[in-house]
């Protein structure tokens, strides 16, 4: 856990490398993973770099890559793994693509021009041919509805035929047939051929039939008469490959000028139009279908051995094209990390960069060893910056379990470089307060085992086609697994099974009458340890009738408790952190007032209810009553209005029953009961602040004396943290400036400015420092301390309080689970209907998954996550670091998708 304690130390290095083994230098680095390198050249935009043209080619490269790989998945092709990423970059140079890069590239780039242009060619000719074969596919629905269903229609608008129609027509064509003639029969003297009807058939769309119906009866009208038959299979669209639902339309009409516009109707509805104009000849329409359908067959045929050579190319390419895509985007990334190099001297490049502190010699190795490969002679260099480094990025070496805990805290900000990580008391301490709120054996079971299935199968985590919302459960399973487990420790120690006591050890409590309101007997004497329950809460507690109450005592001290801790925990590694950067002003001017603070009055706070807990108030209670006999003997003696016997304190002074407490108790400790009556804990801490010097109710000798002391220190506290390191900081200032004042040359004090500036801009400088070099704004100062000390102060009383949440959700998770089992469960049980007991079931297993395993589960987890970001990560937490993202092949290749 050293390497979690604080981050890596890093190294800002500068690397030196001859332009012929650049790219392959660079590879090697990008292998290892180790660099995170800066750009030298900032002013330059990226198409003034000097790898432009290589990066434009590998985008050119990558499209057709996704073009091939388009046409893969549009075919139904499934496309072959390139196997894992690692075992892809470490296997790299092994597999032969480890030559010159423009080689590499010309290569690939041959090969994919070959195969693009192929798919090209064949999706053109495809196209082609599935023109054709829809043609001849709408045709012969067009002919067939002529045969079938348009027929009647001629026969009802011919003249010499005008009083019959056919049902055979009716019945195939599902449509409402004339059963009138157009013209009256005193007409029929007129030729047949002066009252005959052009017709235009054609296919369109199923989409536009409405607006081309609109469309044909505004133009013409209403002087046409149409009508339409669905096509059963839709037809694929050459173009799209779509499935497209259509009609056959056939249009009749009486004139040369509707004709015209009929057609341009139908071209602007994109609508194919068909010549039959021989209806009345049923002998030429059926050879005219015959010799279609032949057609028909034949383009199908051709169509069909086009698409089986489109699949069989792309199930070659469909094993490569991954592959492709990872060595483009590898060199893609090679030459944008050399844009990052300045070319200073003749033929050599010059980058620098961070790099982890033991990583330094193995990048050197790195490095002769590309050039080696190369047959060149080792001219590559990595040196040590002697220069004034930047901000260092913050890297953390993670595994499967800790990677959860550390993405849960850069989620709120980055640790600065050696800052201590909040992520290792993360692990430990969000599932504890998780299992807080959620502490149940039965939920925290479903919990623990949804926990252990997602680490049984993490492989599943590794397939590349799963969605965010389940890597990211896998990602987190370690984090899950480990809040089932607390919240199931949790529940032992509540004592509480899906809302049910489990009376596992026995209970040493006992009824002897179970009517309501009865008291329970222990199994014996008060304060034998024997008779003490060996692990959590008696079960007997969970039939009382002060059930609530005494929960909700326990649950709401021992959430202020841990909070306390964990506060007081976040203020010592605040002054941890200052002691490590040797910020000894913030140490003594801030961690010293805040520590002693919190521990007068916040850490008292959590001693009383110790002292509290640890008190026999059954015995100190008897010391202040009166009830003992001449003897001494305690309860030997009863006050009774009708017994004249007389009764002694616990020190032997005759008493009665108008005898105080404070007069019977021996303690003497003050106050109103002198120590022998139990105090209200709220009260006391109220009364540290409102009434100092007074303690209504102490629990041991000299209490007031001890509040009153912590008070004035905490009191003191306020300004010490306040006033002291602004004030210090202002007379340093001004020593400074008058130890540089008297006649100097302007040019040398600048430069001594700048020095100052520099030296006190190096690492392990605390963010409060103001160094001597720069403005100093006394005003600015003390503002920013001023809010800083409002925020502590406040925020320690009003973080206190909001670790009571750790209560409230317990204690309305556990009332939520008692409401469900008596009135889903329970109140069917009650019935002794097994009908009503399984739906009763149903209800009670529906209402608990989604109320508590889901709605309270995230409800938990949402407020443990702000405990930590808020009352825990503000007491020591700068959270204004960034992360180390070096050039590493294998982060790049795992972002590369073909989708």
């Known amino acids: 856990m050293g390497s979690w304690w604080r981050s890596e130390e890093m190294e800002y290095v500068s690397i030196i490398m001859s332009e012929d083994a650049a790219h392959s230098c660079i590879r090697e680095l990008g292998q290892m993973g180790c660099i995170q390198f800066t750009d030298l050249n900032p002013d330059l935009t990226p198409f003034q770099r000097r790898y432009v043209a290589y990066i434009k080619r590998c985008d050119e490269i990558e499209r057709k890559i996704r073009y091939v790989h388009g046409e893969v998945v549009k075919l139904g092709v499934p496309v072959q793994s390139a196997g894992a990423v690692d075992h892809f970059v470490d296997n790299a140079f092994a597999s032969g693509d480890g030559g010159s890069a423009a080689s590499l590239l010309e290569s690939l780039e041959s090969k994919l021009d070959q195969y693009e242009q192929q798919l090209l060619d064949l999706n053109k000719y495809n196209t082609k041919l599935m023109e054709e074969y829809n043609n001849k596919v709408e045709l012969h629905h067009v002919l067939h509805k002529s045969r079938t269903v348009f027929m009647s229609e001629v026969h009802t608008l011919d003249l010499g035929d005008s009083g019959s129609t056919h049902s055979d027509g009716e019945k195939k064509g599902g449509l409402a047939m004339v059963e009138a003639p157009l013209m009256p029969s005193d007409r029929a003297g007129y030729q047949a051929d002066e009252m005959s009807f052009t017709n235009v058939a054609g296919v369109l769309p199923t989409a536009d039939k409405a607006r081309f119906e609109r469309m044909l009866f505004r133009a013409t009208r209403g002087n046409c008469y149409v009508r339409f038959a669905d096509i059963e299979d839709p037809i694929r669209d050459a173009s799209t490959g779509n499935e497209i639902s259509k009609v056959v339309f056939i249009i009749f009409f009486k004139s040369t000028a509707i004709e015209g516009k009929v057609k341009r109707i139908c071209d602007a509805f994109s609508a194919h139009r068909f010549d039959i104009r021989n209806l009345d000849r049923p002998r030429d329409i059926d050879a005219q279908q015959e010799a279609n359908y032949r057609e028909m067959e034949d383009a199908k045929k051709i169509l069909d051995k086009n698409t089986e050579t489109r699949i069989r190319l792309c199930v ?212 034998d340890s024997s008779k003490v329950y060996p692990f959590g809460v008696d079960p007997a507690w969970h039939i009382s009738d002060n059930e609530l109450l005494f929960f909700n005592s326990m649950k709401m001290k021992m ?96 008493c009665d029953a108008s005898t105080e407490v404070v007069d019977l108790c021996p303690l003497d400790y003050g106050g109103s009961g002198d120590g022998c009556q139990p105090p209200n804990l709220i009260t006391t801490l109220i009364n540290i602040a409102l009434a100092p010097g007074a303690v209504d109710e102490p629990m041991y000798e000299g209490q007031a004396g001890v509040q009153t002391f912590l008070l004035l220190m905490a009191f003191f506290c306020v300004p010490w943290l306040l006033c002291v390191k602004p004030f210090y900081l202002k ?169």
């Open 316 to 527: 070659e390419l469909a094993q490569h094209v991954e592959e492709w895509l990872w060595v483009v985007r590898r060199e893609k990334s090679t030459y944008h990390t050399l844009n990052l190099f300045r070319s200073d001297v003749g033929n050599f490049l010059r980058g620098q960069g961070w790099i982890l502190k033991d990583s330094v010699g193995k990048a050197r190795s790195a490095l002769d060893r590309a050039q080696a490969t190369l047959n060149l002679p080792s001219t590559s260099m990595i040196e040590r910056v002697m220069d004034i480094w930047p901000t260092p990025p913050t890297h953390f070496r993670t595994n499967k379990f800790t990677d959860a805990y550390q993405e849960f805290v850069n989620t709120y900000g980055v640790p600065r470089y050696r800052e201590i990580n909040p992520a290792l008391f993360t692990a430990a301490t969000f599932p504890f307060l998780f299992g807080v709120m959620y502490g149940d054996i039965g939920h925290g079971s479903c919990l623990l085992i949804g926990g252990i299935y997602l680490i049984l199968t993490e492989k599943k985590a590794e397939n590349r086609g799963m969605d965010e919302m389940m890597k990211g459960m896998y990602s987190a399973r370690y984090m899950l697994f480990m809040m089932g487990l607390y919240s199931v420790y949790c529940g032992f120690i509540y004592n509480d099974f899906f809302s049910l006591a489990l009376n596992v050890f026995g209970s040493n409590f006992k009824y002897l009458d179970r009517e309501s309101g009865e008291e329970a007997e222990m199994n014996g004497e008060y304060g």
């Open 731 to 899: 007379f340093t200032h001004k020593e400074v400036q008058v130890s540089n004042t008297g006649a100097s040359n302007p040019l040398l004090d600048s430069q001594d400015g700048a020095s100052d500036r520099e030296s006190s801009g190096g690492m392990g400088q605390s963010s409060n420092d103001h160094g001597h070099g720069e403005e100093f704004d006394f005003g600015e100062v003390f503002i920013h301390q001023a809010i800083e000390t409002i925020e502590f102060v406040l925020g320690m009383v009003s973080n206190t309080a909001s670790y009571l949440r750790l209560w409230a959700l317990s204690l309305a998770h556990s009332e939520l689970a008692t409401v469900f089992w008596s009135k889903a469960m329970l109140s069917m049980i009650n019935t002794n209907n097994p009908v009503m007991i399984y739906f009763g079931y149903a209800v009670f297993a529906a209402v608990s998954f989604a109320v508590l395993l889901c709605m309270d589960l995230l409800e938990c987890f949402l407020h443990a996550l702000r405990l930590h970001w808020v009352e825990f990560q503000n007491k020591f937490f700068k959270a204004d670091g960034y992360r180390f993202q070096p050039f590493d092949f294998k982060a790049v290749l795992s972002r590369a998708n073909l989708d």
């Open 559 to 654: 959430s202020v408790v841990l909070g306390i801790i964990q506060m007081t925990l976040g203020i010592v590694l605040k002054g941890v952190n200052a002691l490590y950067f040797h910020s000894y002003l913030d140490l003594i001017c801030e961690f010293i007032p805040m520590i002693l603070f919190d521990v007068g009055f916040f850490g008292y706070m959590v001693i009383l209810i110790f002292v509290k807990w640890s008190i026999n108030w059954d015995e100190r209670m008897q010391k202040g009553s009166c009830n003992y006999d001449i003897n001494g003997v305690a309860g030997g003696c009863q006050l009774t209005d009708d017994d004249d016997s007389q009764c002694y304190s616990y020190n032997g002074d005759p």
